[in-house]
């Protein structure tokens, strides 16, 4: 079999076009998944290994795209933690134990191996129904997003609460960091094990930091997670916001580095350099715009990217849940025809 | 009179120390300030010259800053269009009504002249007050931000409505954009012609934005806005977020251009080239940490300004209502110290 497009581009090797899949692409702008959310818990949904699966595998054969990410949450791995993970309906996830001092770090658990087979069962069930052509793509949050999470005990607009422990007990936050890691290789290694073809490290809310702060009490922990990787598994590190932590994303590691739509394409290849392979970058919010406006932006950052090889066309972050369903159909068309070779 | 370091450093002159001052100085973390606001709604301080321009004055006094900045709110100019700007306690602000549609651009007034006569009026008595060595700093929200405000009704995470407006009926946002710039630059060269040294263009939203969506849709109203300025006030030009946009920021003009803490300044001036002077950029939250860290990262930011002429310290955002009030003054003396020639 050929290589499929997106593996290819994953190491930067020629395919027939620019594959394309979407963060969020199971999400609540369709109605298939509204359906079966109204059923089911998002964290019941998660756990549930065959339905996670179909979520997975039929949301990607019907957006035709060129790879399907498994159905789960970049939080997933805080729960046999300890931290007491929780989705309330409609609103973001909360920590029922927010990790506060150094105390609260040694109390933190590292996750009993197994503790979370039910993505790994889902892993494998997704990698056996999905066609050969379409690889499966497993994930987990970075260590600093993770942390964040732990210490504001949810979502947050300013950090502050995560930046002053990083600042007050620089030895503490190293204990936690190191822990996350360890939990997060695990958990990355197990949905490789499981049959995942390609792996994304989700360090979301990292655009947050001063590149001095990332490089100092952030990189090394990423650099552990995907050097821990099995080689021959591409690496996808990405971040929202991190226009100007590229050098340090990249010094951390991955074999493809997510960009957001608020870089140029082409300059920040640049500034990564060329022996690396880049994912995007289209802001989510341009898929409530008419579809010849959609076209529009596809083609620029096509052009931005100009046929090189090892881009994968992507959202700059999540699609969002008010997304016409047609809009997607249209990026996901747009991007195959338009970068046919 | 030697020219004032704040001035000297605007102009790329030598200076005997990096000058500072903090975005939102005036504000809550003070108690000063917060006996004030008990008596005095938020819009009420802003229309009462008097106290506004005593605000103003008290506190760079206090603090031993080298500019004062009228104490205001980059909406205000909103208000004689017709926008409705409220705000409500411990609330952002709101806009009674929002732009939606091309014909709510068109029911948006042109302020009659005078209408923001009370700021004039506070800058005069502000101006009248401070020792001469204190350069006064009149501002704006730029084009931009305000129309963010306008059209999201206010605040806003992802900007979406807004996006959508520029995708969807660009001529309106173009209209919208003329108007506002008009208003500004109206608004701005009234704070001048009343005494302000200097002025400072907020665009603090529009690190939201794609570098391509910038430069179509953004910088040609702020560069009709700065280059009507009068010759020889110094403008700042501000954003936050703005790690990919700042070579569209320097096109659009600023004789200084005001960095956030997501970029490394040295980085960043480098790309926006060195015959331009730059300001900011410690991280507002760093104003938690122990006073010992908040030195070590001042002198960090001073090390990648590398004594420069052209470097103005502050934050890379407005100081937080939780900031306590003797690390802001250990902040302003370590930089006075460190840097002194």
Known sequence: METPPFLAACRR???PYTPVWLMRQAGRYLPEYRAIREKTGFLELCRTPDLAAQVTVDTAVRLRVDAAIIFA???LVLDPMGAGLEFARGDGPTIRHPVRTAADVDRL?????????YVAEAVRRARGALPPAIPL??????PFTLASYLIEGGGSRLYARTKAFIATDPGAWRALMQKLARAVTAYLDAQVEAGA????????WVGC?????????????VRAVVGSVRRGTPVIHF??????????MRAAGGDVIGLDWRVDLDAAWSRLGHDVAVQGNLDPVALLAPVAEIRRRAAAILGQAAGRPGHIFNLGHGVLPQTPVDHVHALVD???????R
Request: cysteine-free; overall charge negative.
């Open 13 to 15: 090797q020629p395919a």
């Open 73 to 75: 949450d970049i939080l």
């Open 334 to 340: 747009a991007v195959h025809e338009l970068s046919a």
């Open 209 to 221: 930091l001063s590149p001095d702060d990332y490089r100092t009490h952030v990189l090394p922990h």
């Open 197 to 204: 073809d390609a792996v994304q490290l989700f360090d979301s």
């Open 137 to 142: 793509i497993g994930f987990a949050g970075a």
């Open 239 to 248: 971040g929202t916001g991190t226009a100007g932590l590229l050098e340090g």
């Open 109 to 117: 658990r590292d996750p009993e191996p197994g503790a979370l087979e």
